[in-house]
């Protein structure tokens, strides 16, 4: 299927090679979906950063946290009690883990390709027990004079969505979990509307439901209810498995524009987008039949878990109309794409329901 992403030139930007392991022994397996925004004229990535220990011949071994420290499980491949089907999780003994720990690294660029990291800016690790199996996939919003940082917080508790603000990007106040599990990609609206913070984000109902793209409202942006289900995966579609929300919407005159990312029965996660009113965010207007991104190129296609393009971030040229997007691709790259606004609402269609 052609998409109508234009892949940058660079791609991919950032690979696990780019960057120092945080501590002795591990190392980097994956550098992805990146969290995006403007800070003192520059552009800036939130980086989810994935280590593990340099695997030995016969073991998988993860790191996990525990009071603050790094603690290593090596469990014996052979071992009939392990499950290691999926290069993302594992079960051992009825027990789920990562294969992976996620922390959140700052990166800058002056020229939206080039990234490096500034000296000074502290690296986010998880914190305490609902974090104890990392932090991931952070979104950037700015609102009311703060940045509000909201990330999947995972540990043997559950996946929830953790939240943090912050004004200068080296003290940070945390607000514990925000969302309880199951929940991820959450994402906060960029303004106020009718005097109230939005949030979109994505609970998953294991029986009745599904894993489904919410809205929810808030006075305060910290205390959240009024949740409302806006997005179904759809049967027989690219997105019949999984849906969930990227960045922030991007206000257009005809409503909120939402790049989301679904996913079908084989894991192949591909690109989408809707529009919701503008007044009222859960009431959705319209949406693209097909993907407007598809796993192409081959670093979309092979890599730590291949055949994904996964996006929570991304910045609007003063022109109004180029999206530099920026997005994981194989669970273990960060690359851009830009795409034209118009040309993504033109492939809107209008909801009926
Ligand atoms: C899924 C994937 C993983 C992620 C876990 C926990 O399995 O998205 O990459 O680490 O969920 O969020």
Redesign the pocket.
């Given at each position: 299927m052609k998409d109508i992403a234009n892949r940058f030139e660079g791609n991919p930007l950032l690979k696990p090679a780019d960057l120092q392991p945080s501590g002795d022994g591990l190392e980097i397996a994956c550098l992805?979906n990146p969290g995006v925004f403007q800070f003192q004229n520059k552009t800036w990535l939130i980086v989810r950063v994935?280590e593990r220990p340099k695997q030995k011949e016969g073991l998988i071994s993860f790191p996990i946290l525990r009071s603050g420290n790094i603690q290593i499980i090596e469990i014996p491949l052979h071992d009939p009690e392990l499950n290691a089907s999926?290069a993302?999780?594992i079960n051992y003994k009825g027990n789920d883990y990562?294969t992976?720990l996620?922390h959140l690294r700052l990166l800058c660029s002056d020229d939206h390709i080039h990234f490096y990291e500034p000296a000074g800016y502290p690296l986010l690790q998880g914190d305490g027990p609902l974090q104890s199996?990392?932090v991931?996939?952070c979104r950037v919003s700015f609102l009311e004079n703060k940045y509000y940082l909201t990330f999947?917080a995972?540990s043997e508790n559950g996946?929830g969505v953790g939240l943090k603000t912050t004004v200068d990007w080296k003290s940070f106040e945390s607000h514990g979990m925000m969302l309880p599990p199951h929940n991820?990609d959450c994402a906060l609206f960029g303004e106020k509307i009718n005097g109230f913070y939005y949030a979109l984000h994505r609970p998953s109902s294991v029986d009745i439901g599904g894993n489904y793209i919410w809205t929810a409202k808030s006075p305060d942006g910290i205390h959240w209810g009024d949740h409302r289900c806006i997005i179904k995966t759809r049967k027989g579609h690219w997105d019949d498995t999984r849906v969930g929300a990227g960045a922030a919407p991007i206000k257009t005159e005809n409503g909120w524009l939402e790049i989301y990312h679904g996913a079908n029965q084989q894991h192949q996660y591909c690109l989408g987008a809707f529009l919701s009113d503008l007044n009222d965010p859960a009431k959705l207007l319209a949406r693209t039949e097909d993907p407007i991104m598809v796993p192409s190129a081959p670093y979309e296609l092979s890599g730590f878990?291949g055949n994904v393009v996964f996006t929570n971030g991304h910045i609007v040229d003063p022109d109004g109309d180029t999206l530099n997007l920026y997005y994981g691709a194989s669970?273990e790259f960060v690359c851009g794409a830009r795409f034209s606004l118009k040309e993504i609402c033109s492939l809107l269609k209008p909801c009926h329901d």
């Open positions: 992805l994935a999926d993302r999780v990562l992976t996620s199996f990392g991931e996939d999947t995972v996946v991820k878990f669970d």
